[in-house]
């Protein structure tokens, strides 16, 4: 199985922050990864696909990028909004995996 | 627009079996997999498996081989999980998830999943 190693497991930031979550698989995956948002209570939301392309509606100050093993996911300016729990996902193999997770929180 | 709707809430006993539907609009339900994602209470998310409406097809994670089966009724556009032999640990939201790529593309081209439904919590307690 590809493991998705993903750091920081949580994040302290504030409004107008540039963060960026990062996730390391376990072996190659050229650029199959993806990742969400989820708030709580509610169901994940796709933010980037193949590793770098933006999800139609999905706000600018989001992007990603990697292939092979290393990926980011970042946000340059957070937005209130933004406060939530980032997942990567990789569809390079079955069984797909995702991140433990990454927990943005306001400073 | 696209929807992907799941049945309600379950209360569940140990030993016990349950059935979860996911039913899709808005799109054509035979050109793209589903997939069902688990996430127990405060938990992070873990694929179970996926199925081809299009073709019946299943994929299942090892960790559910045998205990999860998937299905999908093209008549009414619904796709159904169900779980055998419950224990306390499968408590969790079960999540149905509608593939980006349609099916032809699928493993070619990688474009997320574009469309979740709503969520069935599960309990299973004595």
């Known amino acids: 199985d590809v493991q998705m190693t993903q750091s920081p497991s949580s994040l302290s930031a504030s409004i107008g922050d540039r963060v960026t979550i990062t996730c390391r698989a376990s072996?190659?995956?050229?650029?199959?990864v993806n990742w969400y948002q989820q708030k709580p209570g509610k169901a994940p939301n796709l933010l980037i696909y193949?590793?770098?392309p933006l999800q139609s509606g999905v706000p600018s100050r989001f992007s990603g990028n990697g292939s092979g093993t290393d990926f980011t996911l970042t946000i340059s300016s957070l937005q209130p909004e933004d406060f939530a729990t980032y997942y990567c996902?990789?569809?390079?193999?079955?069984?797909?995996?995702f991140g433990q997770g990454t927990r943005l929180e306001i400073k | 627009q696209v929807q992907l709707v799941q049945s309600g809430a379950e209360m569940m006993k140990p030993g016990a079996s349950m059935k979860v539907s996911c039913t899709a609009s808005?799109?054509?339900?035979?050109?793209?997999?589903i997939h069902w994602v688990r996430q127990a209470p405060g938990q992070g998310l873990e694929w179970m498996g996926m199925?081809?409406?299009?073709?019946?097809?299943?994929s299942y994670a090892q960790k559910f081989q045998g205990r999860v089966t998937m299905t999908r009724d093209t008549s009414t556009n619904t796709v159904y999980m169900a779980m055998s032999s419950l224990t306390s640990d499968d408590t969790a939201v079960f999540y149905c998830?509608?593939?980006?790529?349609?099916?032809?593309?699928?493993?070619?081209?990688?474009?997320?999943?574009?469309?979740w439904g709503q969520g069935t919590l599960v309990t299973v307690s004595s």
């Open positions: 193949a590793a770098s």
């Open positions: 996902q990789q569809s390079y193999s079955t069984p797909i995996t």
């Open positions: 998830a509608k593939d980006q790529a349609v099916r032809a593309a699928r493993g070619i081209i990688d474009l997320g999943y574009d469309s």
């Open positions: 199925i081809d409406p299009g073709g019946d097809d299943t």
């Open positions: 072996q190659s995956i050229s650029t199959y």
């Open positions: 808005g799109y054509t339900f035979t050109n793209h997999y």
